[in-house]
């Protein structure tokens, strides 16, 4: 119940297209749900956040869209760039404890 | 700021030797956690401080690792003795916990540890 699910393990898009990512989760006290990027060599960085009481978060090209009912929170990036390309990890926790569940990653590469 | 420090960021030992990894936090950070990532197992957590204060040891895998937090700019995290199988690796993150909600956790740039 503690697992968040991620996939798929590896994406390619063209450049200019759109990247999906998806992630599921069972523990419905998570309330927490941040996407970190990882680029080879470095450590993971935040790159966007939603807490459940949105369906959508938008910065710039890059949306989460959170189905609460379906237990399901997907990154979108638009105008995929080859400067995306890195691994992406989705996350959850539960407010008040500040362990993130971690998902497996998904290896995105933009092909320009 | 400078960000989370971590040394050294590689480390190549031989099996049975002690291995120790450093890590400065952010300062003013109040959570500091430690992780390991491998191809096999992806990210996972190993063990988490508030101000300086073990919370969870649940991911540290065997007694064979230790960690400690002296104070609130420095944490080790102690393998003694290495096995090849303990090659990975391995990030310190920070934290500050506001309002008692989750907020970002800065990663480190990681020590590549290879035990041959």
């Known amino acids: 119940q503690q697992q968040v699910k991620q996939s798929p393990q590896s994406l390619i898009v063209q450049k200019g297209g759109i990247s999906i990512i998806n992630c599921a989760y069972e523990?419905?006290?998570?309330?927490?749900f941040p996407w970190y990027q990882q680029f080879p060599g470095k450590g993971p960085a935040l790159l966007i956040a939603?807490?459940?009481d949105v369906s959508e978060k938008k910065e710039g090209r890059f949306t989460i869209s959170f189905n609460k009912s379906a237990k399901q929170f997907s990154l979108h990036i638009m105008d995929s760039q080859p400067g995306d390309s890195a691994t992406y990890f989705c996350a959850a926790s539960i407010w008040s404890n500040y362990q993130l569940i971690w998902g497996a990653g998904t290896k995105l590469i933009i092909k320009p | 700021d400078a960000g989370v420090i971590q040394s050294p960021r590689h480390e190549v030992t031989e099996m049975g030797q002690e291995v120790t990894l450093r890590c400065k936090p952010i300062?003013?950070?109040?959570?500091l956690f430690w992780y390991r990532q491998t191809m096999m197992r992806g990210l996972e957590l190993l063990i988490y401080f508030n101000n300086n204060v073990p919370i969870d040891d649940s991911g540290m895998p065997e007694d064979r690792f230790s960690a400690k937090m002296p104070n609130a700019s420095f944490s080790t995290l102690k393998i003694q003795p290495s096995e090849p199988r303990d090659s990975a690796v391995y990030f310190c993150a920070s934290s500050l916990i506001r309002g008692g909600n989750q907020e970002t956790q800065y990663f480190g740039p990681g020590t590549r540890l290879l035990v041959l």
């Open positions: 300062s003013g950070h109040d959570y």
């Open positions: 523990n419905t006290a998570f309330d927490y």
């Open positions: 939603i807490r459940p």
